[in-house]
C-alpha cells in the first residue's frame, strides 16, 4: 500500500496551489492523509476528487466548516498498520514518546503544524512530518510525504511495518 502524505496546505492563498508533482503523487497512491490546516473544505473536496480515498484531520487555522467536517485526531487502519493522525504534536521537547502515549496502539504518528520535515523513530514506534507542499517557511523546499506499507511473504509471520519517506518538491 502506498500512501502520500502532506499537511498545512493553507489553501487558498493567493496564487499558491499544490504542485503538481504532489497531485500525481496523491493520485497514484492508495491512500492520502492530510495532518491538518488544509483552511477550506474546498481543499478537502479537491483532495477527494484525486481518486484515493483521504483521511484527514483539522488544524489549528481551519475554517469552522472544516472543524465540523474533521476529526481533532484520528487512528487510520492502513493493509492492517495502525496510523495516528493529529495536527499539532506539541513541543520538540519529548514529542515522540508524548505520541506513543497518545496513541498506544499505533504504530505511528502524522502530524503537521511546524511545516517542518521530521522523521523520528525509537524502538519501531514511528513519527512523521511531511512539512508543506504549499507554505514552506523557513525550509529550503516545499515537502510532503510517501510511506509505504509492505506486506509479509506468504507465509512469513512479520509484523507489517510502515516506511515513510520525504519528497522534495520544486
Given amino acids: 500500500m502506498r500512501i502520500a502524505i502532506l499537511a498545512d496546505t493553507h489553501l487558498p492563498r493567493g496564487r499558491r496551489s499544490i504542485p503538481a508533482e504532489a497531485l500525481e503523487l496523491m493520485r497514484a497512491a492508495d491512500l492520502v492523509l492530510h495532518a491538518g490546516d488544509l ?19 483539522h488544524g489549528n487555522i481551519d475554517s469552522a466548516e472544516v472543524r465540523r467536517l474533521l476529526p481533532e485526531r484520528q487512528v487510520v487502519d492502513a493493509a492492517g498498520v495502525r496510523i495516528g493522525l493529529v495536527h499539532d504534536a506539541g513541543p520538540a521537547r ?22 517542518i520535515p521530521l522523521h523520528d523513530e525509537i524502538d519501531g514506534f ?23 506499507v509492505e506486506e509479509p511473504s506468504p507465509g ?13 518538491l520544486d
Fill in 39 to 57: 483552511s477550506s473544505a474546498s481543499v478537502l473536496e479537491d483532495l477527494r476528487a484525486l481518486g484515493p480515498p483521504v483521511a484527514a484531520v
Fill in 94 to 115: 519529548g514529542r515522540l514518546q508524548r505520541m506513543r502515549m497518545a496513541f498506544p496502539e499505533c504504530a505511528a504518528v502524522v502530524f503537521g503544524h511546524s511545516h
Fill in 126 to 148: 514511528q513519527i512523521f512530518n511531511p512539512g508543506s507542499p504549499t507554505d514552506r517557511r523557513r525550509q529550503p523546499r516545499h515537502s510532503m510525504g510517501l510511506a509505504v
Fill in 156 to 168: 512469513d509471520r512479520a509484523i507489517r511495518r510502515v516506511t515513510f519517506e520525504h519528497v522534495w
